[in-house]
């Protein structure tokens, strides 16, 4: 007798478990992902079919082979969101079909042979979308930011902060729509690329003329999204000879990097490209006009640097229809941070112990509060050691045993969105010592980093040990603390519930580094407790 497994559904904490697909005019991506009551989500599952929709395209419309390639790659969408339970779709379409005279025609034959409607959305929507997915992955804060997504078919550009968008804009500047005008030769001439280089800046030469008169507060780092920004990413950081980071998202080159990279493979034929280590295969004839582009872009809006959004137009759809849920009333008000959602996407996915990490994290900051000025630690340690204490016991979701190191691997292995390398290491290893052992040369995770970061671990982790430690019974037992010092101790005096022996205990064996870090005694008593 036969049974069936059974179907994936979203974890009990779920609003919804959705798939948000993007048809773009080079490539095709879906992402699963569980929608939550505080307007975060997270993601279950994702898949990418380098489709090249745009290849072949005329006046009559899409090319029959590309279509077939295109229905081909939804139903194995459609088989992604069948297998995760996916209770709702969201397709959106972008230039490639909203442009072609057969558009209506594919959206059809989606529809009958898959099952799943597409939304053909104009450049203008693809925009907003877009700057919707960027900041949900980087915190932009105040600054005034250009975002550009490059597509096969159409370029969008954001001016905006992490809160306000002053323009949107789509241009028909994408990559394949660049090749088929100007690479008529292996490898392309010099004067073609001149000629895509004039032509790219007189059609932004507007919407750099309203980056220029904006505020005077704008950032010379342009965000850029996109498998091309991403593609350009991955051969900078080979071309650099460093280590290529486990996730994009925030990973930064500069306008010389791109200028290198160009000048070394402008002059390369086909074969040549093709053998450029971790180049996808069918990039190789966009990458050159993908390059010219983003040089142009940076010397049209004075940008130095491009920082890489690895979110885009379907975390953008995810967003809005959450957004859509919350004025609904079906959720809460998300968090406004990109760092906080990231941390706290990580915590559930590793199904936190919720009450205790929230206490051990205010028993953190209120002795960090306390300390720091004898500790040199500044505002921005504060967050790291917020962001530590809310995950420090997730290696739990891995086993009890050796849980702290289990937390530094999660952490350090996560897509942490909008932190740099050096503060995700932080954090992992803050998490890592808030047990056991504390930092030792014969670490090599650890000893691998540079001392300052060393340092700052070493402080951060001093405070959470002792914060652990005190809420070593996982009951909250420790309501109150009154903190004092004085040249010679640190005095921690607490109010509890219950007995406190068991939080005084813990706190006490886990003080030692607290104390070499501050250079005081640490000294941990209680208040009667009420009978």
């Not at 948000?20 to 307007?39: E, M, P, Q, Y």
Request: glycine share 6%; hydrophobic share 40%; with cysteine.
């Amino acid at each position: 007798m036969q049974t069936s497994l059974p179907t994936p559904v979203p974890s009990r904490s779920a609003l919804k478990r959705v798939a948000a697909i993007d048809l773009g005019t080079n490539s095709f991506h879906a992402v699963v992902a569980d929608l939550h009551a505080d307007g975060g989500f997270e993601v279950v599952d994702t898949l990418k079919e380098m489709v090249l929709l745009g290849e072949g395209a005329d006046e009559h419309g899409l090319h029959p082979d590309a279509v077939d390639r295109g229905i081909a790659a939804l139903r194995i969408f459609r088989s992604l969101c069948d297998g995760h339970g996916v209770e709702r779709i969201l397709a959106y379409a972008t230039s490639a079909i909203r442009e072609a005279r057969n558009g209506g025609a594919f959206i059809q034959r989606a529809i009958d042979e898959t099952g799943i409607k597409v939304n053909a959305i104009s450049g203008l929507l693809e925009a907003e979308l877009i700057a919707h997915g960027v900041r949900h992955g980087l915190d932009l804060g105040q600054e005034e930011h250009l975002m550009v997504d490059i597509g096969g078919g159409s370029v969008e550009f954001i001016i905006g902060t992490q809160d306000e968008t002053r323009h949107m804009e789509s241009l028909k500047l994408g990559v394949a729509r660049l090749k088929a005008a100007f690479v008529r030769n292996d490898p392309p001439k010099p004067k073609d690329l001149k000629a895509m280089k004039r032509h790219i800046e007189a059609k932004i030469d507007a919407t750099a003329s309203v980056w220029k008169a904006g505020t005077a507060a704008r950032s010379r780092t342009l965000i850029g999204s996109s498998g091309t920004f991403q593609a350009v990413a991955l051969l900078i950081a080979r071309f650099r000879d460093v280590d290529v980071p486990e996730a994009l998202n925030g990973f930064e080159f500069t306008g010389r990097d791109v200028s290198d990279l160009l000048d070394a493979i402008a002059p390369m034929d086909r074969k040549r490209r093709s053998a450029l280590a971790g180049l996808d295969a069918r990039r190789i004839d966009l990458i050159v006009p993908g390059l010219t582009l983003i040089r142009s872009l940076m010397d049209a809006f004075g940008c130095d640097k491009v920082k890489i959004s690895t979110q885009a137009l379907r975390e953008g759809i995810l967003i809005r229809y959450l957004q859509k849920m919350l004025r609904k009333g079906e959720a809460h008000v998300p968090e406004s941070s990109p760092r906080r959602k990231s941390i706290m996407e990580l915590a559930r996915r590793c199904n936190w112990h919720e009450a205790h990490s929230r206490h051990v994290c205010a028993l953190s900051l209120q002795m960090f509060d306390h300390v720091a000025p004898w500790m040199e630690l500044e505002p921005a340690d504060r967050e790291l050691l917020e962001y530590a204490a809310l995950l420090h016991d997730i290696g739990y979701h891995i086993s009890h045993r050796s849980h702290h190191k289990h937390a530094l691997y999660i952490i350090l292995n996560s897509d942490l969105r909008g932190f740099d390398s050096n503060e995700a290491a932080v954090i992992a290893h803050v998490a890592r010592y808030h047990r056991r052992s504390t930092p030792k040369p014969r670490h090599a995770e650890f000893s691998a980093l540079d001392r300052k970061v060393r340092n700052r671990i070493e402080k951060l982790a001093a405070i959470l040990r002792v914060a652990d430690g005190l809420d070593r019974s996982h009951y909250q037992n420790v309501k109150r603390m009154e903190l004092e010092t004085t040249p010679e101790e640190f005095r921690i005096r607490i109010h509890s519930l219950s007995d406190p022996e068991l939080e005084i205990w813990g706190a006490e064996r886990k003080s030692d580094l607290l104390r070499k870090k501050l250079g005081r005694k640490v000294v941990i008593t209680a208040a009667p407790v009420r009978s």
